[in-house]
T-cell receptor, first 113, second 112 residues
């Protein structure tokens, strides 16, 4: 099993640009999660999906952030327009229904200049 | 909400046993206790989960007293590669966001 796959691994962009982060969950997993990690705020849950449907997006910081899951094997997190304060590591995770174990990807290191 | 409290950091030496305690005074009857490990530049990794008494796997042991108001993650004979941040989570997994909230964790530094 390849695990949760995120791309890109690193992203450097300028303020105002659109950023799209991608995630491929583990096959057969029913839940997908997007987290953001910074030194100041730690790991924050942004949004999660169950069977491709967004369940809780209360952690999405602003309207500049949006997430989609068009099918069971792909999800995107988009920031438009990006700002320097969005600089962080963004993690995607997935898990099976009725199994508490979360599997995380390697993350995307985002730097907004 | 079962808030958790862990030490911010701990230091140890190779070969020693390390015990990291997590306090969760408001744990609910159906809550489980789950520990994750995070290495630099990686996502957190599930280590162990338990409900009461003792759980052991190939990586660690988890000790939970009868009142369940705390739990202790035990790492036997640590090595340099155990240097990481360790997170304690308390909730039932079907309680949504509450179950998915990570605290500040404990930063373990293992010295040679």
């Amino acid at each position: 099993d390849a695990g949760v796959i995120q791309s890109p691994r690193h992203e450097v962009t300028e303020m105002g640009q659109e950023v799209t982060l991608r995630c491929k969950p583990i096959s057969g997993h029913d839940y997908l999660f997007w987290y953001r990690q910074t030194m100041m705020r730690g790991l924050e849950l942004l949004i999660y999906f169950n069977n491709n449907v967004p369940i809780d997006d209360s952690g999405m910081p602003e309207d500049r952030f949006s997430a989609k899951m068009p099918n069971a094997s792909f999800s995107t997190l988009k920031i438009q327009p990006s700002e320097p304060r969005d600089s962080a590591v963004y993690f995607c995770a997935s898990r099976r229904q009725n199994n508490e174990k979360l599997f995380f990807g390697s993350g995307t290191q985002l730097s907004v200049l | 909400l079962a808030k958790t409290t862990q030490p911010i950091s701990m230091d140890s030496y190779e070969g020693q046993e390390v015990n990291i305690t997590c306090s969760h005074n408001n744990i609910a009857t159906n809550d489980y206790i789950t520990w994750y490990q995070q290495f630099p530049s990686q996502g957190p990794r599930f280590i162990i989960q338990g409900y009461k008494t003792k759980v052991t796997n190939e990586v660690a042991s988890l000790f939970i007293p009868a009142d369940r108001k705390s739990s202790t993650l035990s790492l036997p004979r640590v090595s340099l590669s155990d240097t990481a941040v360790y997170y304690c989570l308390v909730a039932r997994m079907d309680t949504g966001r509450r179950a998915l909230t990570f605290g500040s964790g404990t930063r373990l530094q293992v010295q040679p």
